[in-house]
């Protein structure tokens, strides 16, 4: 990949990522107008801890550190894996796009287990920020909402129903709307920062709730 390409990846073989330069521009939006919450989230969360993921996805995780392909996990982390991820496959399974294309979540699964890993670490260090221990609110909004938005912003985009039927088929990505409403609706502070309740659209039944690491 070129620097300028928007994009990145990781690497079983070479226990690799790569995040080329242009993973870490806000398009259209001055880094000085950029603050902790969104750059964390929407480079972070989205990139960094996203391909970090990867690594440690129902794929990934069958690689050493030497890139190998060798069962390196335990017994009881490989069951609490397949149980977990298993909540994961029926969660995606369940979302239904252009009226009567299920989302296929055996397919998508690795990228699904990356965008909800991604958020998770993203959002960990984030509270490791100034702004999150002060707790400053911008434009309205506290820094857990402005961290979540920003998420959701760097999935920000349109797709003709066709493209869609497409990527549903053949595309192990879940569509963009999916990775920010699949993830955030399993993880708690999501639900606390813009305090959802039960019978909102947001809302999953805790036990329903995908939480791996
Ligand atoms: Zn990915």
Known sequence: MTPQTYNAYYNPSNNEIVLPAAMFIVPGVPDSLLDDAVIYSYAGASTIGHEMTHGFDDQGRQYDEKGNLSDWWTKHDEEKFNERTKLMVEQFDNYVVLDSMHINGRATLGENIADLGGLVIGFDA???????KEGKVINGLTPSQRFWLGYAYSWLGHS????????????????NFLRVNGPLSDIKNFYEAFGIEEGQPM???PDKRVKIW
């Open 203 to 205: 809302w999953r039944q």
């Open 160 to 175: 003709r129903p066709e493209a869609l039927a497409q990527q549903v088929l053949t595309d192990v990505h879940s569509p």
């Open 126 to 132: 984030f509270k490791q920020t100034d702004q999150y």
